[in-house]
T-cell receptor, first 118, second 113 residues
Framework: DAGVIQSPRHEVTEMGQEVTLRCKPI?????LFWYRQTMMRGLELLIY????????DSGMPEDRFSAKMPNASFSTLKIQPSEPRDSAVYFC????????????????FGPGTRLTVT | DAKTTQPNSMESNEEEPVHLPCNHS???????IHWYRQLPSQGPEYVIH???SNVNNRMASLAIAEDRKSSTLILHRATLRDAAVYYC??????????????FGKGTKLSVKP
């Protein structure tokens, strides 16, 4: 298995531009997570999907951020408009969660996208 | 969320055992203890998890105190590749957002040749 795939690996953009980050989860996994990591705030969960449905988006910083999961094999995280404070490494992770009975399995993380907004 | 306390950093010599401590005095009965690690410039990776009993896998061992208020991740023979930030995380055994991972600052492990 190729693991979680993220693209691009690096993105440099100017303030005000739209940025789209992409993620392909591990085949067969039913849960997908977007995280952001900065030196100041560490690793933060932004949004969590289960079976393509957003379950918890309380970590999304503001309306400039949006995430979609149109099918089980693809998700996007979009920032519009981008700002310098959005500069961070964005990780996507996937897992095979079961709710009945509830069992939380390990999450598998992608290599991340390093975003720089100038 | 139940919190964990870890030392900011630790040092080890190559090929020696490493014991990484974690305190979690407010752990609840449904919380599993998970360990992840993050190598430089990579995403976090799962290491091990347990509930009450000690656990072993190919990567490490997890020793859990009888009162579950602390645990220790044991790397039996540290290698240079084990240099990473190690995160101890309490995770409720529920589905949905109650089972989300909450990462703290972790312990940065340095391994000297």
């Amino acid at each position: 298995d190729a693991g979680v795939i993220q693209s691009p690996r690096h993105e440099v953009t100017e303030m005000g531009q739209e940025v789209t980050l992409r993620c392909k989860p591990i085949s067969g996994h039913n849960s997908l997570f977007w995280y952001r990591q900065t030196m100041m705030r560490g690793l933060e969960l932004l949004i969590y999907f289960n079976n393509n449905v957003p379950i918890d988006d309380s970590g999304m910083p503001e309306d400039r951020f949006s995430a979609k999961m149109p099918n089980a094999s693809f998700s996007t995280l979009k920032i519009q408009p981008s700002e310098p404070r959005d500069s961070a490494v964005y990780f996507c992770a996937s897992s095979n969660e079961q709710w009945d009975p509830p069992q939380a399995y390990e999450q598998y993380f992608g290599p991340g996208t390093r975003l720089t907004v100038t | 969320d139940a919190k964990t306390t870890q030392p900011n950093s630790m040092e080890s010599n190559e090929e020696e055992p490493v014991h990484l401590p974690c305190n979690h005095s407010t752990i609840s009965g449904t919380d599993y203890i998970h360990w992840y690690r993050q190598l430089p410039s990579q995403g976090p990776e799962y290491v091990i998890h347990g509930l009450t009993s000690n656990v072993n896998n190919r990567m490490a061992s997890l020793a859990i105190a009888e009162d579950r208020k602390s645990s220790t991740l044991i790397l039996h023979r540290a290698t240079l590749r084990d240099a990473a930030v190690y995160y101890c995380i309490l995770r409720a055994n529920y589905g949905g957002s109650q089972g989300n991972l909450i990462f703290g600052k972790g312990t940065k492990l340095s391994v000297k040749p």
